[in-house]
């Protein structure tokens, strides 16, 4: 039997492209025991899986690929994802920051919504695709697995990225579309934590900043700012601010932290300088409150540069005023490496978005074989950017095959 369509990938993108291709022969293949299983671990389990900001500002949570993602978004967006799952029977909450998750906050619930979408298609479940073949004469992509060659007249792979190996995600969609002529974008793990050199702060694990600056340089270049909540943790800093912007990252580049709630170091440097004189009767501890910084963030900067928390601010020379100028408004820390795949949330990367019909997801190489979700080279900024994009990506291709096959 020739199937229509087969999708390899049972996750948000695989799901809701079957679930939105009606009355056609439908295989999914999933290697898992159910599909989903990275569904069911977003969001800490509640799955945030879109965003109540306004469509047109969705395409800068993608950095340079929102652009490639513009009709996707616009064609099915966020207000669409909210309603259908209403329609489904499962009603969104929109939280204060904007991210938007099913009521019952429970990513099972959004999964079996999905799951009850595809009762059209036919879903085996621990069958891995090993293979990817298309005949050229015959029009026809065949699919091979441990036991069985499946055909079909098209080809969804939404097999993801790499990240989380242990939900199903192993790069095999990369070794597809390489096999079938696409070039790839070299994958690299995004949304991740940053490890630096002599990280000094293991025990402010817990200790957040909201809205603070930071700036990334790359050698001697000054490569960009960003500004964001930020996080120490245990071993390594993380945050909005850190994780949304790791797609920038590598290793040996340098990020200069602006903790105070001044502009820049010179503005700090005035208000310090100020504040120092002001105090001249108050320990330097007891001035720095006045900072609104935590207070063992300060403790330790006083640490790191060797200055006494007693001493008054009179006493404070200039060579100790001109470090904690530079540790509170420019802390420098040289990023040793980024979280691994293991913690990455997704993946940067991958089939590369230039041989891919950004209206249609279909392959510009090979027509009838198309690409959905995280497996394409793009990557969303955390807040319910990459399961929208799943989502919105699927859909094009799903209604390009309907249109495709009368
Ligand atoms: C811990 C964590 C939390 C997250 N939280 C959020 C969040 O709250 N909001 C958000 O927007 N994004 C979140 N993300 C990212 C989001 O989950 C992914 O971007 C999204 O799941 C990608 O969907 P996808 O369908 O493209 O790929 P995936 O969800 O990765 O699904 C791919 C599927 O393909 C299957 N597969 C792979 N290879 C084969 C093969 N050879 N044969 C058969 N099947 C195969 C896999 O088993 C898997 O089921 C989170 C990610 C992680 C890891």
Not at 40 to 52: E, I, K, M, R
Not at 117 to 129: C, D, G, M, Q
Not at 358 to 381: C, H
């Amino acid at each position: 039997m020739i199937y229509h369509v087969i999708i390899i990938g049972g996750g948000p993108a695989g799901l809701f492209a079957g679930a939105n291709i009606r009355d056609k022969k439908i295989l999914l293949l999933e290697k898992n025991e159910i599909p989903g299983k990275k569904l069911l671990l977003s969001g800490a389990g509640q799955c945030n899986y879109t965003n109540n900001m306004a469509i047109s500002e969705f395409l800068k949570q993608y950095g340079s690929k929102g652009r490639f993602l513009k009709t996707a978004l616009y064609n099915f967006t966020n207000c669409d994802v909210i309603d259908f799952f209403d329609r489904k029977g499962l009603k969104s909450i929109i939280r204060e920051d904007g991210k938007v998750f099913p009521h019952s906050l429970k990513a099972k619930d959004v999964l079996e919504v999905l799951i009850d979408s595809v009762n059209h298609v036919e879903i085996l479940t621990r069958t891995a695709a090993e293979k990817v073949l298309y005949d050229e004469d015959k029009k026809l992509f065949y699919v091979k697995t441990h036991s069985n060659t499946f055909a079909s007249y098209n080809l969804i792979i939404t097999t993801g990225g790499k990240s989380y190996p242990g939900s199903g995600s192993t790069g095999d969609g990369y070794q597809f579309a390489r096999s079938l002529g696409h070039t790839l974008v070299e994958p690299k793990p995004a949304l991740t934590p940053v490890y630096v050199e002599d990280y000094p702060f293991k025990e402010l694990s817990g200790i957040s900043f909201k809205n603070i600056k930071i700036s990334l340089w790359k050698g001697n270049r000054k490569f960009n700012e960003f500004t964001g909540s930020f996080l120490f943790t245990h071993v390594n800093i993380s945050g909005p601010v850190i994780l949304n912007n790791s797609r920038y990252m590598d290793a040996g580049d340098i990020l200069k932290i602006n903790f105070t709630s001044l502009h820049n170091e010179e503005e700090f440097r005035v208000y310090f300088e100020n504040l120092i004189r002001d105090s001249g009767k108050l320990s330097i501890k007891s001035a720095l409150k006045q900072l609104n910084i935590p207070k063992r963030f300060i403790e330790k900067v006083l640490e790191i540069a060797g200055i006494d928390e007693n001493i008054l601010c009179s006493q404070l020379n200039k060579n100790y005023r001109k470090k904690l100028i530079q540790l509170f408004s420019s802390y420098s820390m040289k990023i040793k490496n980024l979280g691994d795949y293991h913690i990455a949330m997704v993946t940067k990367g991958g089939v590369s978005t230039d041989e891919v019909n950004s209206k249609t997801m279909e392959s510009k190489k090979i027509s009838g074989l198309y690409f959905a979700g995280e497996v394409l080279d793009y990557d969303g900024n955390t807040g319910g950017f990459n399961i929208q994009a799943a989502f919105s990506t699927a859909k094009l291709a799903a209604e390009a095959i309907e249109r495709d096959i009368p």
